[in-house]
Structure formats: C-alpha cells, structure tokens
C-alpha cells in the first residue's frame, strides 16, 4: 500500500501563489488517482481537483472544482513520486488544511467525493492574508 504526505503550504498574501506536494512512499504513485482536498473553518471537507493514474489506464487527464479552475493546477512527477498541486491568484477564502488522497480503483479520478480514496495524507495549512 501507498503512505501520502503532503506539504509546502505556508502564509502568502491575496493574489499570490503556493506549490503544494503531495509524496508518495511505498508504491509508485503512478498506480494511483491523487486527489486534493480542503478543510475549511466553518465547513466540510471539499474537493479542490484530482489527476487520474499515471500507468497508461486511465484517461491522462485533470479535473477540477469550478471555484479554482483558471487559478490551479494539478501535475505529476513520475521520477519524483510526487502530485503537485499548483495554487495561484490566492484569496483570502482559500485558506485551510490541504490534503491529498490516493485511489486505486477509479480509471478516472472523482473531485467531487472522497468515497474512493482510501490512503489520505495529514494535511499542509494554507493561510491567505488580505
């Protein structure tokens, strides 16, 4: 089985950027969808975007909340056994614990629910300032 931990996150000003990673130990992380999810104060958890499986099987695309298309961006790096999760134009609402989660099942990816992701990370807080 795959262990995630994700980091990078940190305090940035509104309208600035942050790269979160989500790494991989264990197995490749190629076997996997990755998806990232956020915790919000006063709110569940929500879908931020999710990539599909880097082993050919899937349908090699991205997918993503409608509230951060245009401002992130997912990425993989097979050598690196590592998710990116690419977060720019930063708002004030953004700010909450990060997680990334990985799935083996799904030949696409679901941002919508968690129902498929059984190996989760701890989480990075993001805090943005205005």
């Known amino acids: 089985q795959v262990q995630v931990v994700e980091s990078g996150g940190g305090l940035v000003q509104a309208g600035g950027s942050l790269r979160l990673s989500c790494a991989a130990s264990?197995?490749?992380?190629?076997?996997?969808?990755i998806g990232w999810f956020r915790q919000v104060s006063g709110k569940g958890r929500e879908g931020v975007g999710c990539?599909?499986?880097?082993?050919?099987?899937?349908?090699?695309?991205?997918y993503y909340a409608d509230f951060v298309k245009g401002r992130f961006t997912i990425s993989r790096d097979s050598a690196k056994n590592t998710v990116y999760l690419h977060m720019n134009s930063l708002k004030p609402n953004d700010t909450g614990v990060y997680l990334c989660?990985?799935?083996?099942?799904?030949?696409?990816?679901?941002?919508?629910?968690?129902?498929?992701?059984?190996?989760w990370g701890q989480g990075t807080q993001v805090t943005v300032s205005s």
């Open positions: 989660a990985a799935d083996s099942r799904l030949l696409g990816c679901d941002v919508a629910r968690t129902t498929f992701y059984d190996y």
């Open positions: 264990g197995r490749s992380l190629d076997y996997y969808a």
């Open positions: 990539i599909t499986r880097g082993d050919g099987r899937g349908d090699r695309n991205t």
